[in-house]
């Protein structure tokens, strides 16, 4: 934005932003959910609070297992999650449960979020769940949602489970911000697996295919053999983690012990490996030219004369009178961003 402070030093003095700290750090509920809603808020001074909370508690954060489970909608994503969480939770984890679903928005209520879908886990002291933040761009609702990832953690949740839709690009936004990254398929995969797009498979961690109860049990199992061989032509043979693939009921509870010792199974690999910290590191990476381009588009979009000409540089574009890379110049000119 226009102001001149370095946007991560600033000191959590304002006694609004101590309490929260503190209040988090001491895992309590309310100061968790305060906190949130400052990190999604796009107003100015809060964003400056969002980033003294989130730079004081960054000592306290990296801590939990983060898991990404994305899968066609009616694959089973919240009843899994549902009783994986209540799982995690009997066995003394807390659990938080967040959402990257940029078509959302707050008032017609999210698809991810609703609470009523876990109905177990909304009802559990020691489980977390935070809708996805109100509709915007993926690239933001991503980076809120990393930020809430980082706050729960700081709020002594150790598993962070990040749920999204298996739909446009919002797999990948999720597989950049977790550990392991889970795809939930269904039986009968024989013409599913025609459509399922090949780059979820690629970036998957684990795949378990879902439902696999009563009469669908066998097709589970048949379909867990199609992704296996799917699998075995998709990633390179060489690499020193192969996805494994399984059959799970959310809905009776069965394999899901082996989901989540397979998702152990997976971050001690990658920390033997260094695969772990690799891709932790690329990830930060990768978050902090996400903002950057998120603060360079809230800039441009906070200047008025700025918004206006790129309206009529849009149209003269589009008309083919004006060249992108002319158009694209001015606006860098127009924001003193000088010649690029
Ligand atoms: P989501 O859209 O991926 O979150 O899917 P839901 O968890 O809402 O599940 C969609 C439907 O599938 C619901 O009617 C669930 O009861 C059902 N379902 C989910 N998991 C299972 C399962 O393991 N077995 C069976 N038989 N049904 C399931």
Request: proline content about 15%; overall charge negative; glycine content about 16%.
């Given at each position: 934005m226009t102001e001149t402070t370095p946007p991560t030093t600033d000191a959590p003095s304002d006694p609004e932003v101590a309490r929260l700290v503190e209040g988090i750090r001491a895992g309590k509920r309310a100061a968790l959910a305060r906190a949130i809603t400052t990190v999604e808020s796009k107003k100015v001074a809060h964003r400056r609070h969002a980033r003294a909370i989130l730079q004081a508690l960054l000592p306290d954060t990296g801590h939990a297992v983060r898991l990404g489970i994305t899968g066609v909608p009616g694959v089973g994503k919240s009843t899994t999650i549902d009783a994986l969480g209540t799982y995690l939770t009997q066995q003394g984890h807390r659990v938080a449960v967040l959402a990257v679903d940029p078509s959302s928005t707050r008032t017609g209520g999210s698809i991810l979020g609703d609470k009523t879908r876990m109905a177990r886990l909304a009802n559990d002291e020691n489980a977390f769940i935070r809708p996805s933040?109100?509709?915007?761009t993926l690239g933001g609702v991503a980076a809120r949602t990393r930020e809430t990832m980082l706050l729960c953690e700081a709020a002594g949740y150790d598993v962070v489970i990040v749920e999204t839709v298996g739909i446009g690009q919002s797999e990948t936004a999720v597989a950049e911000m977790v550990d392991t990254f889970l795809v939930l398929g269904l039986p009968g995969a024989g013409d599913e697996l025609q459509g399922i797009k090949k780059g979820v498979i690629e970036i998957a961690d684990i795949i378990a295919v879902n439902k696999?109860?009563?009469?669908?049990a066998k097709r589970a199992r048949q379909a867990a053999a199609e992704y296996r061989s799917a699998l075995q032509i998709l990633t390179?043979?060489?690499?020193s983690w192969r996805p494994p693939v399984m059959t799970i009921s959310g809905l009776t509870g069965d394999g899901l012990d082996r989901l989540w010792a397979d998702v152990l199974r997976h971050r001690d690999a990658g920390r033997e490996s260094g695969a772990f910290d690799d891709k932790r590191r690329r990830q930060q990476v990768a978050w902090m030219w996400t903002m950057i381009r998120e603060q360079l588009m809230a800039a441009l979009s906070l200047r008025a004369d700025v918004r206006a000409r790129v309206g009529e540089l849009e149209t003269a574009v589009a008309d083919g009178s004006v060249a992108a890379t002319v158009a694209a110049d001015e606006i860098a000119q127009m924001m003193g961003l000088g010649e690029i």
């Open positions: 933040p109100s509709a915007g696999a109860d009563g009469d669908a390179a043979p060489d690499a």
